[in-house]
């Protein structure tokens, strides 16, 4: 309570502002939200963050599922999933394909196809009885609502019905819209583009830079994504095409779940060669039937691998069909432990932590409705599913450990193994917190604490060695920045239990000093990840073998101990400058080679002219010089970037000038004909596709003495990388006559060159820049005094720090055990396949 008074002055003043809010806040303050303005104005309570990349590739989900949902219907067994080079996606499957016809009621004004009132209305679909689909991963009829309101376009084709329909979206509105009378009523049917003998649907679309802060996609979450659902789907081919790099992979796992266990084992030392499985139905009590299937396999590993999933979607929370599951294990392993006493021989009391060491599990339900705390189902919440999967378990996991005596010693044993190391690991515990190690009463001498008490303002940077960690302690910023120095390389984690890591001083302090305790899982509950005393925690190694195997094992000991710090984006990794320019006594430093081109062509541009010898043509300098330039610089990088898979003549050719049309036969042979007279000693033909419905064109030319074969697709020509090339070859096409002369400079300085294009003029510009910029190739933390350091790599406003995540747990928890475990064949094959990509390595 306030002892202020209160005059009668603060009373009028009151009313007044309450008035006035009263009208700011009244009828006309409530908002209906049309159509898919909803999605465009909360996109996270749909999709989810539109800023770390969940929402973004949670669209690519949203419309896979769809495809999948055809399959549960049997009516799909092919789905190909293409990243365009431009970031666009396109998922195209052989299912019945989205109904096109125009469904005549009273509601909409003009009539409407089917797909397109699927594709811009909320809740609309065919999932809401269980006519077309008996189970589905979609359930509210906002998924591909939601992808068309949030992309910058979506293109719909259609094939059924022996016709392909085509429909264009931009920003969730359709576009070029045909109106029609039929009976009597205004119709908008989708495009009749031609006859077709394929089936099915194909979604291509573009996510909007004005909802999502980057639109770059990561091949390794959109592949886990489709190995689970492979894997879920027996029957199904998956392919995944990534344009970008020409990198393509296929997943057409058989095998289901059990398939599922041992693929994650791989590479792994697996304790039983039988793989437990289960499959079966139940009624729940609400009368909905239950299909459960699991499947699970200990391996001499102390980390747990449980994935679940409702209708082929994954639930990273869990569920009630976990705790089903957990449920099942732990009554009926207890019950085996206690008949044949294996526990009391040891003196130990099993839990069902204890059960879950090395355990790999995978458990997939499919439920009529099933119901999820959110629209992204990260968590399964129907309560009716709890009781037929324990029903399920619980009877097969009785009869396997029954008939298989010996897996089940093995697997018994392990746990009983588990529960002991947990009582040893307690003793530990107990141990060093009278010791006062681990107990939180004081902090490492090593470190050096910052001022700042708020978690989520402190940055902890753990430094390699006592002379670096002396450099960061003389240049941070010590109100918020902590300095905890390690002295040479940490255990190895990935094969210690908890009690051995309690004799590594240098993890001691690690642990002591972040403050979360360590035991989850590992022989206690002591881990608490709310207690973390600095939300940024920032590995800065030098730059040599040294360094990076160093950042290993801190990050091996970070995903085996504390996992929840990765997953809740608190790791980073300091990433110093590559190199030092200096320009006159202008010092800065650079990231990496691509701020080293946009410097030299900030420098170039810099007193630059271009006469461009054009009657009439003003001359070119300032803002209007410095818009063609990056406008020319974007045209090449596209160049550059797709030369690796497309023929390089064939991009300068667009990027000339040369236009492209493979809508129809006829214009793709005269496009064909066009760009064989514009290359060099190749072949172009028109072709068609029968896979994809679409025509291409060949380039085909001899490379040392093979054929090497390049396509241009219908989906490129009219894609975003195409329309870059074509827009600066319809920009510099006679921009710049046969005298015109570039030049740079002032006064008795200028110097100035004849050219014959603006490559020319931006070629000899940027050789201009390299001659007056002093560069340095920087190489690394270790010879940086205090001052660089912050300037570098500390400095908050300028430094850039590399965020730890998992994009594919599975790959992520493979690569670890191959790189860390005992096993020597796996390493050195992966040394020798990929030691030739290696470069820059500093010994």
Not at 46 to 55: E, K, L, P
Not at 202 to 209: G, I, M, Q, S, T
Not at 635 to 652: H, Q
């Amino acid at each position: 309570m306030s002892d202020t008074p209160i005059t009668p002055e603060d009373d009028a003043a009151k009313t007044t502002r309450h008035a006035a809010d009263s009208a700011a806040y009244g009828e006309g303050s409530i908002q209906i939200l049309e159509g898919l303005e909803a999605v465009r104005k909360r996109p996270g309570m749909y999709i989810g963050d539109t800023s770390d990349g969940t929402g973004l590739h949670h669209l690519v989900f949203e419309v896979v599922d769809n495809s999948i949902d055809e399959s549960l219907a049997g009516y799909c067994d092919d789905i190909v999933v293409t990243i365009h080079s431009d970031n666009s996606i396109s998922v195209t499957d052989n299912g019945r394909g989205i109904p096109t016809r125009v469904k005549m009621d009273d509601k909409h004004e003009p009539k409407r196809s089917a797909a397109e009132i699927a594709l811009t209305e909320l809740h609309a679909g065919g999932k809401f009885n269980q006519n077309s689909y008996k189970v589905s991963g979609g359930l509210h009829g906002v998924g591909v609502s939601c992808v068309n309101g949030l992309s910058k376009w979506l293109r719909l084709t259609v094939r059924r019905d022996g016709e392909a329909h085509f429909m264009e979206f931009k920003q969730g509105i359709p576009q070029d819209r045909l109106i029609e009378q039929r009976d009597g009523f205004e119709v908008s049917p989708m495009k009749i583009i031609g006859q077709t003998d394929l089936r099915g649907t194909e979604v291509h679309f573009l996510p909007d830079l004005e909802i999502f802060s980057n639109i770059d996609f990561h091949y390794d979450i959109i592949a886990k994504k489709l190995r689970e659902l492979s894997f879920l789907n027996n029957g199904v081919k998956i392919r995944l095409k990534d344009e970008r790099n020409n990198k393509e992979d296929t997943f057409a796992f058989a095998g289901g779940v059990k398939g599922f266990v041992e693929f994650i084992n791989t590479g792994k030392k697996v304790l039983h060669p039988t793989v437990f499985g289960a499959t079966g139905e139940k009624i729940s009590e609400q009368g909905t039937t239950i299909t459960t299937d699991v499947a699970m396999q200990w391996n001499d590993g102390y980390s747990e691998s449980v994935l679940c999933f409702t209708n082929n979607i994954p639930q990273r929370d869990g569920g009630t069909h976990l705790t089903g599951l957990r449920a099942a294990m732990t009554r009926v392993i207890n019950k085996y432990i206690e008949d044949n006493e294996l526990a009391k021989k040891a003196k130990v009391e099993v839990t069902g932590d204890d059960m879950r060491e090395g355990l790999c599990c995978v458990l997939s339900v499919k439920v009529p409705e099933p119901k999820f705390s959110s629209q992204t189902k990260d968590k399964l919440v129907s309560s009716e599913v709890r009781g037929p999967v324990e029903d399920v378990v619980s009877k097969a996991l009785t009869d396997y450990l029954q008939e298989n005596p010996n897996d089940a010693k093995i697997i018994c044993s392990k746990i009983v193994d588990a529960a002991r190391a947990r009582e040893a690991a307690r003793k530990a515990r107990e141990m060093t917190r009278r010791k006062g190690v681990l107990d939180g009463m004081g902090l490492p001498g090593k470190l050096a604490d910052c001022q700042e008490k708020d978690p989520a303002l402190c940055e902890i940077y753990i430094v390699e060695g006592d002379s670096a960690g002396g450099s960061a302690k003389q240049g941070r910023d010590r109100k918020f920045q902590a300095i905890l120095p390690l002295r040479g390389k940490i255990l190895n984690v990935e094969k210690a239990r908890y009690e051995k890591l309690l004799t590594s001083n240098e993890i001691l302090t690690l642990i002591t000093a972040l403050g979360t305790g360590i035991g989850k899982g590992m022989g206690g509950d002591d881990f608490n990840p709310d207690k973390l005393r600095y939300h940024r925690i920032i590995i800065m190694t030098d730059a040599d073998v040294d360094g990076a195997h160093i950042r290993t094992l801190l990050l091996t000991f970070l995903f085996r101990q504390m996992p929840e710090l990765v997953e809740r984006g608190h790791i980073y990794i300091a990433q110093p400058p590559l190199y030092k320019v200096k320009l006159g006594k202008e010092e800065q430093y650079l990231k990496d080679g691509h701020e080293l081109d946009a410097y030299l062509l900030k420098v170039a541009l810099k007193d630059a002219k271009l006469d461009t010898k054009v009657p009439g043509a003003a001359l070119l300098q300032g803002d209007a010089l410095e818009a063609l330039a990056r406008q020319y610089v974007l045209a090449k990088n596209v160049v550059e970037r797709l030369s690796s898979w497309m023929d390089v003549e064939a991009l300068r050719a667009m990027a000339n000038g040369l236009a492209l049309d493979v809508d129809t036969l006829e214009a793709a042979e005269q496009s064909a004909a066009a760009l064989k007279a514009a290359l060099h000693d190749a072949e172009v033909t028109a072709e068609f596709d029968a896979r994809t419905d679409k025509h291409i064109l060949r380039i085909s030319r001899m490379h040392h003495g093979n054929v090497k074969s390049s396509v241009i697709t219908a989906d490129f020509v009219h894609g975003a990388d195409y329309e870059a090339l074509s827009t600066a070859g319809a920009t510099f096409r006679g921009l710049v006559g046969e005298e015109a002369v570039v030049m740079r400079g002032e006064g008795e300085k200028q110097k100035e060159m004849r050219v014959g294009d603006f490559r020319e003029a931006m070629a000899w510009l940027i050789q201009q820049a390299e001659g007056a910029v002093a560069r340095q190739r920087y190489k690394g933390l270790g010879e940086m005094n205090p001052a660089q350091l912050w300037e570098t790599t500390m400095d908050p406003a300028v430094r850039r720090l590399l965020r730890v995540q998992i994009d594919d747990a599975i790959e992520a928890d493979r690569v670890f055990t191959m790189l860390m475990g005992d096993e020597v064949e796996p390493r050195r094959n992966f040394i020798e396949t990929n030691a030739l990509r290696a470069a820059n390595i500093d010994v």
